[in-house]
């Protein structure tokens, strides 16, 4: 994936008990693209957000609910996002 879409690759950690998602984030952030974690608050099990945040292999940390409306914001032009946004709490 990291290299068929470059920069508009987009990779989010969320909470596991695995370490396999390194070398998958090490290599979006390579072809420049973004990486998201979950942050330990939020994470029932930090071992797999930890695993891609400690190296500094990551963009963004956030709490679960911050994650959607991260990505919704990088990959809509920016008036879309707005409109979705506010719609969305109606």
Do not use: W, Y
């Not at 008990?17 to 029932?44: H, M, P």
């Not at 930890?50 to 292999?57: H, L, R, S, T, V």
């Not at 956030?62 to 707005?82: D, G, H």
């Amino acid at each position: 994936m990291a290299a068929n879409c470059q920069a508009r690759g987009i990779a989010v950690v969320l909470a596991g008990s695995g370490r396999n998602c390194l070398n998958g984030a090490q290599e979006i952030r390579k072809q420049g693209g973004t990486v998201i974690a979950q942050d330990k608050a939020s994470s029932e099990n930090f071992r797999m957000p930890k695993a891609a945040i400690d190296p500094d292999e990551v963009n963004f940390v956030l709490p679960l609910k911050e994650i959607a409306p991260t990505l919704v914001r990088l990959v809509m032009p920016e008036n879309t996002s707005a409109q979705l946004l506010t719609h969305s709490h109606d």
